[in-house]
């Protein structure tokens, strides 16, 4: 049998899912809905009009929009013209997306309302934009955009003949960008399409799969919406997190799966003890972006039930790196450590955990987290010195500092970036911010390393009380005495009424350092 070298084409695989599915329900959203019959459709018509403004393999086509049944057509119109997808998550800065959208070289960009006062602002400095679609009315639209309407007028519904191979670009994501500008992350088709059959096989989702996606699609949400529609999956799309509407969301449309990050989740399970609402349809509430608190975990699994997994990954390996099963979360004593892990590596992915000179250390010791998969990143756009610095030997180096135990769970201790230095000592933030969660009245913590004249860096806390709970610093600090070494307890202890946030949901401890003079410790 000969392989050609179009195996997994994104255009091949969507196009059998989304005809295979039919009148079912593919997107719903604010009362509106597709069916995948109509999701492809319509997608094929704006493929059609990608391929007449010159869009071919590897022409980088930009999403800048929030969440809204356009983005999925968009998305799907991309694949099937065969382009290269840059999704802008909707809380970045102007001064992000003017470097995106530079650095990918886009040449179409789809612009939600929001965005058409900085697209207008810097259209002039994106020399390989050609053509502006506004996902608004035309009168809505600036001199030079196309509307949506105008760009979709098009009747061809079947997909363009168009020339795709396998080692094309399919996507370039960026970074957080929380060390400078962000990084360009390249993936070929294959790497794409593997991806999704990677979610897929982890997430075990069922033919009658109802999810809902509360966050950004540029992101996590993104990729379990394109795994949901290769399996059937009725995605139920909101325009942001409100814990009220998902609750409401749950009941009312029996919703089996969602993808929260750990922040939403604090916010969902206090919703939850106020209101003892039931969410009986839920099998599974995948998390991750950021480490969650085994004490709220608990609570979680209290509440909920036996419905959490937990996915690790990055930009560079999406969301597939290590995986912690349902059965995994378990409170018991002979396995409850098991809540402060990520999981075990997934099926498709190889780790190691390294040294400073790349010598895997011996189990149960600290290093950094490497990671092989087929659907790593090719590398960063424009950036070969960087790409070189990150994957060694074919293994991408994460930056994570971790571990993994004798039955191959691995526990993450920390950002290398985050990781705190005081007196000497190596301290993770994550082992403080577990201590710190169990003191009653704290709602939630984020943990980091402030300048400090004889420590080199003070282990400082900074945290959102519970309402009603009049926690003070001498509690917090008491209480880390029966949880902590001397050297690992919060030196400082400051109050916020919110945890700043990335752009993906995660702890902003950039920003918490540098509005650490703005709020004294208590």
């Known amino acids: 049998m000969i392989v050609t070298n179009d195996q997994f084409v994104l255009r091949k695989i969507f196009k059998n899912a989304l005809t295979k599915y039919g009148n079912k329900p593919a997107v719903v959203f604010q009362g509106k809905h597709l069916t995948y019959s109509e999701l492809f459709r319509q997608s094929c018509i704006a493929a059609h009009a990608l391929v007449n403004k010159r869009v071919t393999a590897n022409t980088r086509v930009a999403l800048m929009m929030s969440n809204c049944l356009e983005y999925a057509i968009a998305d799907q119109a991309i694949i099937q013209a065969g382009a290269t997808k840059v999704p802008l998550n909707d809380m970045l800065g102007a001064k992000e997306i003017n470097y995106i959208i530079k650095d990918s070289q886009a040449r179409v960009v789809f612009v939600g309302k929001n965005f058409f006062d900085v697209v207008q602002t810097h259209r002039n400095e994106w020399p390989d934009l050609e053509t502006i679609v506004g996902i608004a009315r035309k009168d809505e639209c600036p001199d030079g955009f196309l509307s949506w309407e105008e760009f979709v007028s098009g009747e061809n519904m079947e997909p363009p003949d168009v020339q795709v191979c396998d080692e094309d670009l399919g996507l370039i994501a960026y970074t957080g960008g929380t060390t400078g500008m962000p990084k360009g992350v390249m993936h070929s ?30 992101h996590a949400a993104g990729y379990m919406l394109l795994a949901g529609l290769l399996k059937g999956a009725t995605h139920f799309v909101e325009s942001g997190f409100d814990p009220d509407t998902v609750i409401s969301r749950v009941q009312e449309e029996r919703i089996t799966a969602t993808l929260l990050v750990p922040t939403m989740i604090y916010r969902l399970l206090d919703r939850i003890s106020e209101t003892k609402a039931e969410l009986h349809s839920l099998r599974t509430v995948l998390y991750g972006a950021a480490p969650i608190t085994e004490e709220r975990l608990r609570q979680g699994l209290e509440l909920l039930g036996p419905v959490f ?40 992915v190889d780790v190691r955990i390294v040294d400073g000179t790349g010598k895997e250390v011996p189990r149960g010791e600290s290093g950094e987290l490497a990671v092989r998969a087929p659907y790593a990143m090719l590398g960063y756009h424009g950036l070969p010195d960087k790409t070189r610095e990150t994957i060694v030997d074919g293994w991408v180096m994460t930056g994570d500092i971790a571990r993994q135990d004798a039955d191959s769970y691995i526990y993450l201790l920390d950002r290398s970036k985050d990781m705190i230095i005081t007196g000497g000592m190596n301290v993770y933030t994550t082992e403080v911010e577990n201590a710190v969660q169990g003191c009653p009245g704290v709602s939630q913590v984020a943990v980091v390393g402030l300048p400090h004249p004889d420590w080199g860096e003070a282990v400082t806390a900074f945290i959102v009380k519970e309402k009603g709970h009049p926690v003070t610093a001498e509690d917090v600090i008491a209480h880390c005495r029966n949880e902590l070494s001397s050297y690992k307890r919060p030196k400082l202890v400051k109050f916020i009424e919110s945890l700043p946030l990335t752009v993906y949901g995660k702890p902003d401890k950039k920003r918490l350092r540098a509005m650490a003079d703005d709020n004294p410790g208590q």
């Open 189 to 218: 088709q294959k790497s794409m399409a593997l991806n999704m059959f990677s979610h897929l096989m982890e997430l075990g989702y069922l033919d009658d799969e109802r999810v809902l996606l509360a966050s950004p699609l540029p």
């Open 309 to 348: 997994m937990q996915a690790y990954g990055q930009t560079e390996i999406p969301n597939m790196v290590t995986r912690l099963r349902k059965e995994d979360h378990r409170t018991d004593e002979a396995v409850a450590h098991r809540l402060r892990s990520c999981g075990q590596p997934v099926t498709m």
